[in-house]
């Protein structure tokens, strides 16, 4: 092995995009083995690498990690991007799950009927600017830091922003009333890590398409809200 972590999912966004985007954030490279076929999956389930039957899944350390939470907390831990002390990861904890909670109303957006997903969409809008946007402005006014969290750059920086970027797809001029937002994505995106994930050609994936829904549907047996933790 190469020494780098190997993640095991779609080629797309999905429950990987945030583990990309902090092992990015940390500046440390990774390969991916995308799964195209329904083969590769019962592959990884009767060798036992899929611990929950689930992806995603990433070899790290030795280890054949399961559950997406998990693996970002290991990675932020190993990269110094949880916080100097207990109370400052108990802050990044509470402010990635809120973040986690908007992100996923974005998550099954692809997977909606053209019904659905216009109503989805105004809900995604609604529910950033009305409850979560306006929480983590008032977080950054009130301390009046560059981050979120003890004044250094953390796993919630790279979660809100990732967030932040995926509202904006939904609607372009989202952060109009929101000054310390708009202010703080231009600070995390311009940090040298996250700059070059964000540049053309890097391992970020690009809005889900049809080919994305159409390969996860197939892999999974169309069960993708079971079987994707």
Partial sequence: MSGKPKLYY???????????????????????????????????????????????????????????????????????????????????????GGTDDLMGFILMFPFLSAEDKEKQHAFIVQKATSRYFPAYEKILKDHGQDFLVGNSFSWADVHLLEAILMVEEKKSDVLSGFPQLQAFKARISSIPTIKKFLEPGSQRKPVPDDKYVETVRRVLCMYYDLKAN
């Fill in 10 to 96: 779609f080629d797309g966004r999905g429950k990987m995009e945030s583990i990309r985007w902090l092992l990015a954030a940390a500046g440390v490279e990774f390969e991916e083995e995308f799964l195209e076929t329904r083969d590769q999956y019962e592959k990884l389930l009767q060798g036992g690498s899929l611990l929950f039957q689930q992806v995603p899944m990433v070899e790290i350390d030795g280890m054949k990690m399961v559950q997406t939470r998990a693996i970002l907390s290991y990675i932020a831990a190993k990269y110094n991007l949880y916080g100097k002390d207990l109370k400052e990861r108990a802050l990044i904890d509470m402010y990635v």
